[in-house]
């Protein structure tokens, strides 16, 4: 779903409005070392039961944007600029009632490390029933009871007597199944996942990634799945965003981005990627590292590791915009066209 | 559980052989001899001085001595007192009962102080109420147990708020049941505050610490994107975390306390253990010091076992294999 | 706690657990302070000859008891004939219950450098006394800068010997391992469990009454440094043996480096922190027993002083009454107490390697 198509004509459908829509947002850090912008003018959007990748290097913002769906960074941080709206309301400028109420309600998050997510000295039946109880008001040992379906419906085996289990009696894989019956013990409305499976080993990684898909279509959720994994998010996602240095580079559905990606960051991404061929190939690795937030380069924050880097790049800041042939975004003045690319 | 249990009692033995043997000596290094001070006592009968002699292994080599007390010591004889004239065991047996009620009434006002103000001086963090409580616990933290003892007394002697020092009254035996209770309350008071003080001023930091690094945790963000209360998160989620160390450090000092404040008592007066061994100590009285180490010991190695059993209780992660590793 | 107060080890060991002990970004000033206030105590005990202004052993049997005098400062039109300071003299009226009256009419001035002290009056004999006398008419002021030479030098010489052997048992048994490990660790356990304030009473008991002074205070100190190296061997094998396994250090070994230094350069600047803010968090614990056992009369015998000592005046309950003053070496126990124990929380906020990488 890209912005800029013009809705209202007459006779044209209006798409429905999404149920996240994130604009503009900003958000700094005060450190013993001054303030730093993290995230400088991020725009996302995600439609209902779609699933949305988030995808970017450590440090590129794309935790700190999920965080700041449901309000969750630490005190020294600070929303200065942006809109996010869940449903319309924007969670900005809500009021610490509904904040909570949504919190665990129509939105609910997971972490990336299950193994100091879930406090150590309670039950994981315990953990699930409290967010029960706590929105939907039942009895203790109603909630038991749905904190056990829970627990089965993640496909946790003999879940009666692992409701009793502490966490550090399981493995890393079961308890961030508790996670996510923790997370979707309400019926969410949208599910924010942050690297749920970076932590976990790969095969357990394709266990969860399943149970989402599964779960998501079953409760009719949408997904907005942080990863800096590519892999995961071809096989996951409807939609990518592509993260760099605190803004959203790159926007486009997925088999468009893979096919044809615009930014020059986002191809080098994909030329990175190793793959198995029968001859052995160099790995391609993006030349210089990612600048600090603090020393920005003028212009584009990509230009000083871009191929294509050009006098205008290092004057003005692209913007995002529609990219040429296709229905995605890029932040680009020089977008690529066709080819470099991988189905 | 028992299984644990039994392996810790069995292992206090050989420490416990291990203090006394060091205890007898040290005492044995003291000049004057303890069986020519009773010889000087005319209430005892000399047939009875060459008995016990006999019994004690008098004249023979440290080991023979020390086995033979500790061969009498299991059965319960722990021997006579030269300056009190009474069995040892008696003597202890009317001691222990004060400095247990002692060491039981600071811990409590221990933990419902700590606990409260600790949970308050978190909540309140860098504001005034935060660092002037923390300035005083710094202050209860270092001014020594004796000397506050002194300014209480002092306090007591001052103002009669306060009975100056000692367990009960003259005439505690004529009251009610009620007015004994009060009075032992009444004379517990200032001890029980000079023993605590240094206790919450610890505890009190050590909870305020606590709280402050466990609201850094993952699972802390989890509890608030579940949408709980922040009153809740604090007090179900946070402290029942923060309890572990809490736990471990209070059951030291219960096993310290146990064995016995001893300056404490001799400043305040109190017939408690500590000042039992203490003028022990100083009159060379052997079979005496002897007793009370064992019974000190006891007491302490005892408070360090519950310590460890409160923590099994509170840290579902701990259990009893791991606790072998920590001692 | 059966230790006399005062000693934050135990939270030391507690930061093992990860718990922040006190205000993270704790300011400068409370340690510069403390650390000045101690400067100040010691060289005051450090000269002490020259800081008291009497002999601390010089008795007036007519001023008895007699309470603090309040200096005052001469106008200056007197300063060039009598000084900046004077003090009113005090005269026995009621020997029985030792009560004084101040004599406003006449004036004792009290001059720096007078017969070689820092500020005392002319006449070695005058009675003068800022902080009181005691039951034999000596001068506490004097007293206590004397006492503060023991009471002070007691934690650092103890601190010395009982980090040092703690630390040197603790390297050897982290770092050698194995049986002799096993043997050192089950030696500093039972050092631990020791009822420890008992066995230093104990063992302060068979002193022989004969030694010299000197001679006396070193036994008390080697005494109580026997009872507490355990704790730092304790933590330092810890450290040791954790630092063994490290990448950096195997990769050493693995090069030839020989033992000693490996553990010069790896072993020690790892342990290091941890033994100057452990060491001086225990100081106060070795001052407070040095205290305890001169109170009780264990420690420092007459004629030499302690602050300890001094306190065991205070005991009797009329004295604790009526002359307050008594508890002044209290005070300075206290104080000195609590600055090391600032510094050393500040020194543990600035080195301890467990708490870096927290802020």
């Given at each position: 779903?890209?912005?800029?198509?013009?809705?209202?004509?007459?006779?044209?459908?209006?798409?429905?409005?999404?149920?996240?829509?994130?604009?503009?947002?900003?958000?700094?850090?005060?450190?013993?070392?001054?303030?730093?912008?993290?995230?400088?003018?991020?725009?996302?959007?995600?439609?209902?039961?779609?699933?949305?990748?988030?995808?970017?290097?450590?440090?590129?913002?794309?935790?700190?944007?999920?965080?700041?769906?449901?309000?969750?960074?630490?005190?020294?941080?600070?929303?200065?600029?942006?809109?996010?709206?869940?449903?319309?309301?924007?969670?900005?400028?809500?009021?610490?009632?509904?904040?909570?109420?949504?919190?665990?309600?129509?939105?609910?998050?997971?972490?990336?490390?299950?193994?100091?997510?879930?406090?150590?000295?309670?039950?994981?039946?315990?953990?699930?029933?409290?967010?029960?109880?706590?929105?939907?008001?039942?009895?203790?040992?109603?909630?038991?009871?749905?904190?056990?379906?829970?627990?089965?419906?993640?496909?946790?085996?003999?879940?009666?007597?692992?409701?009793?289990?502490?966490?550090?009696?399981?493995?890393?894989?079961?308890?961030?199944?508790?996670?996510?019956?923790?997370?979707?013990?309400?019926?969410?409305?949208?599910?924010?996942?942050?690297?749920?499976?970076?932590?976990?080993?790969?095969?357990?990684?394709?266990?969860?990634?399943?149970?989402?898909?599964?779960?998501?279509?079953?409760?009719?959720?949408?997904?907005?799945?942080?990863?800096?994994?590519?892999?995961?998010?071809?096989?996951?996602?409807?939609?990518?965003?592509?993260?760099?240095?605190?803004?959203?580079?790159?926007?486009?559905?997925?088999?468009?981005?893979?096919?044809?990606?615009?930014?020059?960051?986002?191809?080098?991404?994909?030329?990175?990627?190793?793959?198995?061929?029968?001859?052995?190939?160099?790995?391609?690795?993006?030349?210089?590292?990612?600048?600090?937030?603090?020393?920005?380069?003028?212009?584009?924050?990509?230009?000083?590791?871009?191929?294509?880097?050009?006098?205008?790049?290092?004057?003005?800041?692209?913007?995002?915009?529609?990219?040429?042939?296709?229905?995605?975004?890029?932040?680009?003045?020089?977008?690529?066209?066709?080819?470099?690319?991988?189905? | 559980?028992?299984?644990?249990?039994?392996?810790?009692?069995?292992?206090?033995?050989?420490?416990?052989?291990?203090?006394?043997?060091?205890?007898?000596?040290?005492?044995?290094?003291?000049?004057?001899?303890?069986?020519?001070?009773?010889?000087?006592?005319?209430?005892?009968?000399?047939?009875?001085?060459?008995?016990?002699?006999?019994?004690?292994?008098?004249?023979?080599?440290?080991?023979?001595?020390?086995?033979?007390?500790?061969?009498?010591?299991?059965?319960?004889?722990?021997?006579?007192?030269?300056?009190?004239?009474?069995?040892?065991?008696?003597?202890?047996?009317?001691?222990?009962?004060?400095?247990?009620?002692?060491?039981?009434?600071?811990?409590?006002?221990?933990?419902?102080?700590?606990?409260?103000?600790?949970?308050?001086?978190?909540?309140?963090?860098?504001?005034?109420?935060?660092?002037?409580?923390?300035?005083?616990?710094?202050?209860?933290?270092?001014?020594?147990?004796?000397f506050?003892?002194?300014?209480?007394?002092?306090?007591?002697?001052?103002?009669?708020?306060?009975?100056?020092?000692?367990?009960?009254?003259?005439?505690?035996?004529?009251?009610?049941?009620?007015?004994?209770?009060?009075?032992?309350?009444?004379?517990?008071?200032?001890?029980?505050?000079?023993?605590?003080?240094?206790?919450?001023?610890?505890?009190?930091?050590?909870?305020?610490?606590?709280?402050?690094?466990?609201?850094?945790?993952?699972?802390?963000?989890?509890?608030?994107?579940?949408?709980?209360?922040?009153?809740?998160?604090?007090?179900?989620?946070?402290?029942?975390?923060?309890?572990?160390?809490?736990?471990?450090?209070?059951?030291?000092?219960?096993?310290?306390?146990?064995?016995?404040?001893?300056?404490?008592?001799?400043?305040?007066?109190?017939?408690?253990?500590?000042?039992?061994?203490?003028?022990?100590?100083?009159?060379?009285?052997?079979?005496?010091?002897?007793?009370?180490?064992?019974?000190?010991?006891?007491?302490?190695?005892?408070?360090?076992?519950?310590?460890?059993?409160?923590?099994?209780?509170?840290?579902?992660?701990?259990?009893?294999?791991?606790?072998?590793?920590?001692? | 706690?059966?230790?006399?107060?005062?000693?934050?080890?135990?939270?030391?060991?507690?930061?093992?657990?990860?718990?922040?002990?006190?205000?993270?970004?704790?300011?400068?000033w409370s340690a510069v302070a403390s650390a000045a206030v101690l400067c100040t105590l010691y060289a005051a005990a450090a000269f002490a000859p020259w800081v008291a202004p009497f002999e601390p052993s010089a008795q007036h049997r007519d001023a008895p008891n007699a309470p603090p005098m309040r200096l005052h400062l001469a106008p200056p039109s007197r300063w060039a004939t009598e000084g900046l300071l004077y003090v009113h003299p005090q005269k026995l009226v009621?020997s029985?219950?030792r009560q004084y009256e101040v004599d406003e009419s006449a004036r004792i001035p009290l001059h720096f450098g007078a017969r070689g002290h820092l500020l005392a009056p002319s006449d070695p004999d005058a009675r003068v006394f800022l902080f009181g006398s005691d039951a034999l008419g000596r001068d506490i002021l004097s007293r206590l800068v004397h006492g503060g030479r023991v009471s002070l030098s007691v934690g650092l010489v103890g601190?010395a010997?009982?980090?040092?052997?703690?630390?040197?048992?603790?390297?050897?048994?982290?770092?050698?391992?194995?049986?002799?490990?096993?043997?050192?660790?089950?030696?500093?356990?039972?050092?631990?469990?020791?009822?420890?304030?008992?066995?230093?009473?104990?063992?302060?008991?068979?002193?022989?009454?004969?030694?010299s002074p000197a001679q006396t205070f070193l036994?008390?100190v080697?005494?109580?440094?026997?009872?507490?190296?355990?704790?730092?061997?304790?933590?330092?094998?810890?450290?040791?043996?954790?630092?063994?396994?490290?990448?950096?250090?195997?990769?050493?070994?693995?090069?030839?480096?020989?033992?000693?230094?490996?553990?010069?350069?790896?072993?020690?600047?790892?342990?290091?922190?941890?033994?100057?803010?452990?060491?001086t968090?225990?100081i106060p614990?070795f001052i407070?027993?040095e205290s305890?056992?001169s109170?009780?009369?264990?420690g420092i015998q007459e004629p030499s002083t302690s602050w300890g000592s001094m306190l065991s005046d205070a005991?009797?309950?009329?004295n604790?009454?009526?002359y307050p003053w008594l508890l002044a070496p209290g005070i300075l126990i206290a104080v000195t107490t609590m600055a090391f124990?600032f510094l050393?929380?500040?020194?543990?906020?600035?080195?301890?390697?467990?708490?870096?990488?927290?802020?």
């Amino acid at each position: 779903m890209s912005a800029g198509r013009p809705g209202g004509e007459a006779g044209a459908v209006t798409a429905p409005p999404p149920l996240l829509e994130i604009r503009d947002l900003a958000v700094e850090f005060s450190t013993p070392r001054g303030t730093v912008r993290v995230l400088d003018g991020v725009s996302l959007e995600l439609a209902r039961g779609a699933t949305l990748g988030l995808v970017g290097e450590s440090g590129s913002g794309k935790s700190v944007t999920a965080l700041s769906i449901l309000r969750l960074l630490d005190d020294n941080a600070r929303i200065v600029r942006g809109e996010i709206r869940v449903d319309g309301e924007d969670v900005a400028s809500m009021s610490d009632e509904r904040l909570r109420r949504m919190r665990g309600g129509r939105v609910a998050m997971i972490f990336q490390e299950p193994a100091t997510s879930l406090n150590p000295v309670f039950t994981a039946g315990f953990q699930v029933a409290e967010t029960i109880r706590l929105h939907r008001g039942v009895s203790r040992r109603e909630a038991r009871e749905q904190a056990v379906e829970m627990l089965r419906l993640v496909e946790i085996p003999d879940p009666e007597r692992r409701a009793d289990s502490y966490p550090h009696e399981l493995s890393g894989g079961m308890k961030q199944r508790v996670m996510i019956a923790i997370a979707l013990s309400c019926g969410p409305e949208l599910l924010v996942a942050d690297e749920p499976t970076t932590a976990l080993d790969v095969t357990i990684q394709a266990q969860i990634l399943a149970l989402l898909r599964d779960l998501k279509q079953r409760l009719g959720m949408s997904l907005l799945l942080i990863t800096h994994d590519l892999g995961v998010v071809a096989n996951e996602a409807d939609e990518v965003a592509i993260f760099y240095c605190g803004r959203v580079v790159e926007r486009a559905a997925t088999r468009e981005l893979f096919a044809r990606p615009a930014h020059p960051y986002t191809a080098a991404l994909l030329a990175s990627l190793p793959r198995l061929r029968r001859r052995a190939e160099r790995l391609v690795a993006i030349p210089g590292v990612v600048p600090d937030l603090r020393r920005l380069p003028s212009g584009c924050r990509f230009r000083d590791r871009c191929v294509q880097a050009r006098e205008r790049c290092a004057v003005e800041d692209p913007s995002l915009r529609p990219a040429p042939g296709g229905t995605g975004l890029v932040a680009c003045h020089f977008p690529l066209e066709a080819t470099a690319g991988v189905a | 559980m028992l299984t644990f249990l039994a392996r810790r009692l069995v292992q206090m033995v050989p420490l416990l052989v291990g203090i006394t043997f060091l205890s007898f000596l040290i005492v044995g290094l003291a000049p004057g001899d303890f069986f020519s001070s009773l010889a000087m006592n005319p209430t005892i009968a000399p047939e009875a001085i060459e008995a016990m002699k006999r019994e004690f292994g008098y004249g023979q080599p440290l080991v023979v001595r020390y086995l033979a007390w500790l061969s009498r010591a299991v059965r319960g004889d722990l021997g006579l007192s030269a300056a009190h004239r009474v069995g040892v065991a008696t003597l202890i047996g009317q001691r222990v009962g004060n400095t247990l009620v002692l060491a039981v009434s600071a811990m409590l006002v221990t933990w419902l102080l700590a606990i409260p103000l600790g949970v308050l001086v978190a909540m309140r963090r860098g504001r005034p109420t935060d660092r002037l409580l923390s300035l005083l616990a710094f202050l209860g933290m270092s001014v020594p147990n004796f000397f506050l003892a002194f300014l209480l007394l002092r306090l007591a002697l001052q103002t009669g708020w306060f009975p100056v020092g000692g367990t009960v009254s003259i005439d505690h035996d004529q009251l009610s049941l009620g007015g004994r209770l009060l009075d032992r309350l009444h004379h517990l008071a200032l001890p029980t505050l000079v023993l605590a003080t240094s206790g919450v001023a610890g505890l009190m930091r050590l909870m305020r610490g606590a709280i402050l690094d466990l609201e850094k945790s993952d699972f802390v963000r989890t509890a608030r994107a579940k949408g709980l209360p922040e009153r809740t998160v604090l007090f179900r989620h946070v402290l029942r975390n923060a309890l572990n160390p809490f736990v471990t450090l209070a059951g030291y000092e219960l096993g310290t306390l146990l064995g016995g404040a001893a300056l404490v008592e001799n400043v305040m007066n109190l017939q408690g253990l500590g000042s039992l061994m203490l003028q022990a100590v100083l009159a060379a009285d052997v079979y005496l010091v002897m007793g009370s180490v064992l019974m000190g010991s006891i007491l302490l190695l005892l408070g360090n076992l519950l310590a460890d059993l409160a923590l099994t209780r509170v840290d579902p992660r701990i259990d009893f294999s791991s606790l072998e590793a920590v001692r | 706690m059966i230790e006399p107060g005062g000693g934050l080890e135990g939270e030391f060991l507690a930061t093992d657990a990860g718990v922040e002990s006190g205000v993270r970004a704790r300011r400068p000033w409370s340690a510069v302070a403390s650390a000045a206030v101690l400067c100040t105590l010691y060289a005051a005990a450090a000269f002490a000859p020259w800081v008291a202004p009497f002999e601390p052993s010089a008795q007036h049997r007519d001023a008895p008891n007699a309470p603090p005098m309040r200096l005052h400062l001469a106008p200056p039109s007197r300063w060039a004939t009598e000084g900046l300071l004077y003090v009113h003299p005090q005269k026995l009226v009621d020997s029985l219950r030792r009560q004084y009256e101040v004599d406003e009419s006449a004036r004792i001035p009290l001059h720096f450098g007078a017969r070689g002290h820092l500020l005392a009056p002319s006449d070695p004999d005058a009675r003068v006394f800022l902080f009181g006398s005691d039951a034999l008419g000596r001068d506490i002021l004097s007293r206590l800068v004397h006492g503060g030479r023991v009471s002070l030098s007691v934690g650092l010489v103890g601190v010395a010997i009982s980090s040092v052997v703690g630390m040197t048992v603790g390297t050897i048994a982290g770092y050698v391992g194995g049986r002799t490990d096993a043997i050192l660790m089950r030696l500093c356990e039972v050092m631990m469990a020791l009822p420890a304030f008992y066995f230093l009473l104990a063992l302060s008991a068979v002193i022989p009454p004969g030694l010299s002074p000197a001679q006396t205070f070193l036994l008390i100190v080697a005494l109580m440094s026997f009872i507490r190296w355990a704790g730092f061997a304790r933590v330092v094998r810890g450290i040791v043996a954790g630092v063994r396994e490290r990448e950096h250090v195997q990769a050493a070994r693995a090069l030839g480096a020989s033992t000693p230094r490996i553990l010069l350069r790896h072993v020690a600047p790892a342990a290091l922190g941890y033994a100057i803010v452990a060491s001086t968090l225990s100081i106060p614990g070795f001052i407070l027993g040095e205290s305890a056992l001169s109170l009780l009369g264990l420690g420092i015998q007459e004629p030499s002083t302690s602050w300890g000592s001094m306190l065991s005046d205070a005991q009797n309950l009329t004295n604790l009454d009526r002359y307050p003053w008594l508890l002044a070496p209290g005070i300075l126990i206290a104080v000195t107490t609590m600055a090391f124990n600032f510094l050393g929380d500040h020194l543990r906020d600035r080195l301890d390697p467990r708490a870096a990488g927290r802020l």
